[in-house]
Each structure stands twice: as structure tokens, then as C-alpha cells.
């Protein structure tokens, strides 16, 4: 038999997540409606999703346009390389998702981190090259193309997404199962055709395709950054390993994705008033 005390108790947690939820998602809308309430209003009549998605690619990108993919004349909020970075991220997130890991709370095997870290330094060898161009008499190894930032972008990025969605998983579970997020090189090798087709589908030069890949990046900057946040949060404020269900994660995840505007917005702003542009930086191309 059930105490009254406990089902009292029960429905006072449960009215009291409920408000908290509220909370977030009025808090999240009064930070995107202050977001674009200080962009160009010419420009959100012109296409309100995409000027946005420059917002959030502002705060984390050089958005230099030689640097970028274009959809008719018009850059994508990210660059080639972070276009890849954020693609890699939302799909290892998406996938990992469909494919029911939310409950895996380890690392990959060593010899996968090994392969992951190489993604990694291989970006940041092309990172290197490309940037010695901003100085003409510096040696260069190679011509830098945007493919290849967009390739070397998406392995650092399916790195990321292996990396932090465990470490978000263990953060918000309190019954991880102890797995290995992905286990062996096949399941890797999943998750590389993913990502080559979503690079295939970038160098379709295809309007429609890009802008959906446009949208794509946009969602794993924000997938990435409220993750971080999660983490951060909820061991900050000693509330980890919680959760059991799906609906008690809504509320500190609803929390982080409203900082997360709010932190993308905020430095886009800054930038916008230090240098006067959201596109990339005077004096580089």
C-alpha cells in the first residue's frame, strides 16, 4: 500500500518539474527573441533561418567567404571546416541516438581513440597549412582547398560528437551500462559512410542540399555547446547521475540549450561591435 505522504511527496516533484520546465522554455524564448531582436531586421525579412544560423556561426567561426561554401551567392553561417566539425557532430549525435547508445557511458577502445586523435591532428596540420597562406612569403606544404577542410573538418567532428556524447550520457544517467559508445572498427566504419556521404552531399554544390547541411551545422554547434553546459551544470551544482527517464533530462538540458543562445549570441554581439562585421575579419581573405 501507498503511503499518502509518498504520493504527495511524488506529485509536489512532479509539479515543481513541471514549472521548472516552463521556466526553461520561456527563459529559451525570451533569449531568441532578444537574439534576433538586435540583428539586421532587413536581413531577417530576407531569410530569417539562415541569418540566425550566421549568429551562431559568428561566435565560434571566422566565417572569411573564400573560406566558405555558398548557396547561391550567399555563404553558409560556418566555413568548410567548421561546417564539417558541426555535420560530424549532429550526425554521431543523431546516429548514436537511433542507434539506442544513450545508455553507454565509456570511451571507444584505445585503438579507436588512436584513430580519433588522428582525425584530429590531421585537421590541425591542414589548419596550419591554410593558415600560413594569410602570409605570402611563408613556405606552404600544399594549395589549401575547401574539400579539404571540409573532410579534415568532419573527422575532427565525428571525434568531438565519440568524445562528449559518452561523457554527457554519464553525466545525466544514474544506470549507465558501461559500454563502449561504439566497440569495434566496423561500428567506426559506420560512422565514417555516414560521414563521407554528408561530404558528398556539401560537394553537390546542390542549393537545396546545402541549405539543409547549413541547418545541420547550425544544430551541432548548439548540440555540442549544450552539452558542454550539461556537464559543466549539473556537476557544478552536485546534481550528475540522476536521472532515470527521458523526461527528468528536459529540464537541465532545456537550461543548457538557453545558455547556449545565450552564450553564441552574446559573443556574435561582441564581435559584431568590435569589428563591425559577422563576416569574416578585416584584413583576412
Known amino acids: 500500500m501507498i503511503e499518502p505522504s ?24 525570451v533569449a ?3 537574439w534576433y531582436a538586435v540583428t539586421d531586421s532587413s536581413h531577417l525579412a530576407h531569410d530569417l533561418v539562415l541569418t540566425g544560423g550566421d549568429y551562431v556561426g559568428a561566435a565560434l567561426c571566422h566565417r572569411i567567404t573564400a573560406r566558405s561554401f555558398v548557396i547561391n551567392g550567399r555563404q553558409l553561417p560556418l566555413c568548410a571546416r567548421c561546417t564539417g566539425m558541426y555535420l560530424g557532430v549532429a550526425i554521431t549525435f ?3 541516438l537511433l542507434a539506442r547508445r544513450e545508455r553507454r557511458t565509456d570511451l571507444p ?12 591532428g590531421a585537421m590541425g596540420i591542414d589548419g596550419v597549412n591554410s593558415y ?9 606544404v600544399y594549395e589549401p582547398r575547401n574539400w579539404l577542410r571540409l573532410v579534415t573538418g568532419m573527422g575532427t567532428g565525428l571525434a568531438m560528437g ?17 559500454r563502449s559508445i561504439i566497440e569495434n572498427g566496423r561500428e567506426l566504419l559506420a560512422m565514417l559512410l555516414l560521414a563521407g556521404t554528408a561530404v558528398l552531399l556539401v560537394l553537390s554544390n546542390q542549393p537545396t542540399i546545402l541549405y ?38 528536459a529540464v537541465p538540458l532545456l537550461i543548457s540549450l538557453t545558455l547556449a543562445v545565450l552564450e553564441l549570441g552574446s559573443i556574435a554581439i561582441l564581435r559584431l561591435n568590435f569589428t563591425g562585421t559577422i563576416t569574416g575579419f578585416p584584413g583576412l581573405a
Open 94 to 96: 543523431v546516429a548514436l
Open 132 to 140: 600560413t597562406h594569410f602570409f605570402p612569403n611563408f613556405p606552404h
Open 162 to 178: 565519440l568524445l562528449v556524447f559518452p561523457a554527457l550520457m554519464q553525466t545525466l544517467w544514474r544506470n549507465g551500462n558501461g
Open 32 to 34: 531568441v527573441m532578444g
Open 109 to 120: 577502445p584505445l585503438p579507436i581513440l588512436l584513430v580519433l586523435v588522428g582525425f584530429i
Open 212 to 249: 539543409v547541411m547549413a541547418l545541420v551545422s547550425v544544430a551541432g554547434v548548439l548540440m555540442i555547446v549544450t552539452s558542454l553546459n550539461a556537464v559543466l551544470l549539473l556537476m557544478l551544482f552536485k546534481r550528475d547521475g540522476r536521472a532515470v527517464r527521458w523526461q527528468e533530462t
Open 6 to 29: 509518498t504520493t504527495i511527496f511524488s506529485d509536489v516533484k512532479q509539479a515543481t518539474r513541471r514549472r521548472a520546465l516552463a521556466l526553461g522554455v520561456v527563459l529559451l524564448a
